[in-house]
């Protein structure tokens, strides 16, 4: 199940919120929490579900031993060897859990062409969501060993929190530290509950109406053969991919985060308008903001951060963070082209940009940012080498083309739409109009209407789209 579809919509929805809405107990809301979003993950693969499972008992279990091994006076050194062999368990089970769903074809597949063995290549179905919720529990089970956070008492809310549905398929990354408090006590107004609808919505509308929509026109550019791509016809289909991608990640954590909060829980944000930084370090800081915040805390900073073998911890990172994102070469040769972008940027070039106007460093990161998309989209090398041969020229297959006039011409006014909505237009004009309303209590109805009259036009108009469309992937959930 996905949150963009009519039976998520129409159905699972409205009967969990009714049910959330009508159990007082916090205690209970948990536990009716908890079951729904069991039956949210195993509506598809029940299977995985006892994967799931598998995992919260075995982090809650941990977390609890390691507590109790806490360090003391007359046993330090026992003590902390103890608590250090349990994380230890824990973070080996949970990658190898990730190394045999996600990453042992791929590497079986290479052992078999690097020493020309013929071992039979194992083939799973990939869990959904495993490589979100490992790291949750990841986090988890490393934020107790520190002491950051107490071990959970109740189980039923390790895996509510574990298991819980508007974050489980495809973030963002929550950490339980974020949410520990809210999981015991938290509001579940009827404000909390409208706001967390009109989020969903824009979410909803990022992706079904844009990011699909996007989706359409990298099929019908770059997907098949790229004999026939003119110079701009290839730089439009990277850019339409740019487009989708990104209206499909951050349109769903905009849903995740607006049911978060129509269940009182406040996620932290996943994204802030990434695509008007200045640099690529800049672009990482508002991308993906709870993986960047992961690695940064966990492994990073942990390794000794900019402090010493800079290098070196930017290496492990980024080819962490490629090979994160898939079992393949592409993905892994993506992290490598961040480590080395990024690298330079902190050794001189960032002190460059800063010297140029806004427009040139604007113009860098997105050039750059561009070139990394045809690395993530090409699975296949090959076709990444003649994307780019195509981009810079080195083909015979011209410039521009009558088809891409055509194109061009066709959807002109969503490429307006789209520019503008990866801008904080909107958030300037929301604020603007919101301080004016909220000083002017006469216009509270306008407001209230409004509000209303856009989250039930933008419902029909994504119900209508998807009940018209078949395409509706979501990208990050391969993932």
Known sequence: MVFSSLIFLYAFLPIVLLGNFLIRSIKYKNIFLMIASLIFYSWGEPVWVILLIITGVMDYTISHLIEDSRITKKRFRANKTKGKILLLISI?????????????????ENINLLLHTHIPVPRFNLPIGISFYSFQTMSYTIDVYRGDVKAEDSFLDFLMYVSFFTMLVAGPIIRYIDIAKQ???RLSTMDYVLKGINRFLIGLFKKVIIANYAGV???NSISGS????????????????AIQIYFDFSGYSDMAIGLGKMFGFDF?????YPYISKSLTEFWRRWHMSLSTFFRDYVYIPLGGNRRYLIRNLFIVWFLTGLWHGANWNFILWGLYFFIMLLMEKLFLLKLLKKLPSFFQHFYMIFFLLLSFVIFYFENITASLKAFSIMFGFTNNGFISNKDMI??????????ISVVACLPVVKFLKKFIDYFLVNNSKFDFLTTFSSTAFNFVTLL???ASLVGSTYNPFIYFKF
């Open 92 to 108: 080996s089970v949970n990658l190898s859990f990730l190394i045999v769903f996600k990453y042992s074809g791929f590497f079986v």
């Open 183 to 185: 999981i015991k006590s």
């Open 217 to 219: 026109l990298v099929n």
């Open 226 to 241: 790229l004999s026939d791509l003119s110079v701009f016809g290839m730089w439009l289909g990277i850019f339409f991919y």
């Open 268 to 272: 932290l944000e996943n994204f802030n």
């Open 407 to 416: 194109f061009l011409s066709n959807n002109y006014v969503f490429i307006i």
């Open 461 to 463: 108009w994504c119900s």
